[in-house]
């Protein structure tokens, strides 16, 4: 019926901004487990158990296809999902992939051996459940040697955003970028690698300074999704429009989303 996009909160509209600009006419319902954010400081059984959850309750509104627009559900829950959980007939894909395939300049399906890339010193800022998982560095040892990646867990980052309180989320951005260039004080690349962050994007821009490059997942996501489609179009579904679904309270979600996207969205209560 239409593709899926799932996040614990408000950061999977970033994603599912970028995928409606580069794909108009597909139909997506989107699910926000508001109820529940942040995942970023939950244990992996618990963001197992609600991931699993929400992405059922998408198969059950008729999504063959689900992306988890979020990366701590993607680190902490996928693979265990992936292995013995999601039903033959239908996919449930993640953020990381097509963000390290851009990092190291892969295009999809190139399974040669590991290799030495452009960027040697990489910063990533992530949720403290995405940072503990080591999954991005897991999924970048696939495809690439002698590169030295400094995470920097962004507690508060989300949160602050979910509570539409920006200045806090400001002052914070700042302060881990802060912590992390301590560390490593010139990355030559950063990665965004939570799906609230692009909210924030200018702020991390502004700290990091000029000279780094900054790997945000909305369009790279959405333009993978696109490439996925063309090759598997059975899962484009027959839906009309956009549907948005919380689990929260639907009319401050609602607010919410209408001052991140600059246009009225309206979220019903998922039938959960
Ligand atoms: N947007 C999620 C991510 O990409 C948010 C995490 C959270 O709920 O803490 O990681």
């Not at 063959?64 to 993607?74: E, K, R």
């Not at 894909?93 to 890339?117: M, Q």
Request: hydrophobic share 45%; with cysteine.
């Amino acid at each position: 019926m239409a593709v899926g996009i799932f996040d614990s909160g408000l950061g999977g509209l970033t994603v599912l901004s970028a995928v409606e600009a580069r794909l108009p006419d597909l139909p997506l319902v989107y699910f926000g487990d508001n109820a529940h954010t942040p995942y970023g400081v939950r244990d992996a059984d618990d963001i197992y158990d609600l991931t699993t959850r929400g992405v059922q309750a998408l198969f059950d509104m008729g999504c063959d296809l689900v992306i988890l627009a979020c990366n701590t559900a993607s680190a902490a829950a996928l693979r265990r999902m992936q292995e013995g959980w999601v039903p033959q007939d239908k996919r449930v894909l993640g953020v990381f992939v097509p963000l390290i395939e851009a990092l190291t300049e892969r295009k999809w399906g190139d399974n040669s051996p590991p290799r030495p890339v452009a960027v040697e010193h990489v910063a990533l800022f992530a949720t403290p459940a995405t940072v503990s998982s080591r999954a991005f560095q897991r999924e970048l040892a696939f495809r690439a040697v002698g590169v030295d990646v400094e995470a920097q867990p962004c507690a508060g980052v989300v949160d602050a955003i979910e509570m539409g309180d920006m200045i806090l989320a400001d002052a914070l951005v700042r302060s881990h970028v802060e912590a992390l260039m301590r560390r490593m004080p010139k990355p030559e690349a950063a990665i965004l690698g939570c799906t609230h962050y692009p909210l924030v994007e200018d702020v991390f821009r502004d700290a990091l300074g000029e000279g780094v490059a900054v790997y945000s997942q909305p369009d790279l996501v959405a333009e993978a999704l696109a490439d996925y489609l063309a090759r598997r179009p059975e899962f484009i579904g027959d839906g009309q429009g956009t549907r948005f679904v919380t689990t929260g309270d639907p009319a401050s979600v609602s607010n919410k989303a209408t001052q991140f996207l600059r246009r009225r969205i309206e979220f019903t209560a998922a039938d959960i």
